[in-house]
């Protein structure tokens, strides 16, 4: 029985998010990747209800399994505020949605596709591409981004 993983890397200007069907251990095909895109100029409240909306239209749409999501990394507290903000919204929508998730660090997202949890971002998404079996490395970074947290969700879902 395949089960379908919503991959999803929070931020509030781009929202990177990787579907991907599982269909055995060993078999992953990519469904779908892209961003939710927020303008930078546009009020924080219609900001945080694009992602809102937009994250309810992908569950419907995509109708996951369970969602894998990055947690969140503190890098700069202006900016991780702005982050929490947008990923409290992606955590609310899933439990709306009675969506299932998981959570992994950016060490074990890098440590699960490379084998090195101090790997580069480019490393991260060649091996996001030759496990998709993609002819390129999917674009923008966001979206390589979601996949990857996918694909870390497949291979740690404890099935």
Known sequence: MSKIILGLDPGLARLGFGVIRCHNETEV?????????TPAGEEMGRRLKTIYDDLHALIDMFKPDFAAVEKLFFYRMGNT???AQARGVLTLVLAQREVPSLEFTPAQIKQALT???NAKKLEVQEA????LNLEEIPKPDDAADGLAVALTGAWFDGD
Do not use: K
């Open 115 to 117: 084998g090195y949890g």
């Open 29 to 37: 095909e990519t469904v779908d990747f892209g961003v939710i895109q």
């Open 81 to 83: 505020i702005i982050v």
């Open 128 to 131: 996001v591409a030759r496990e």
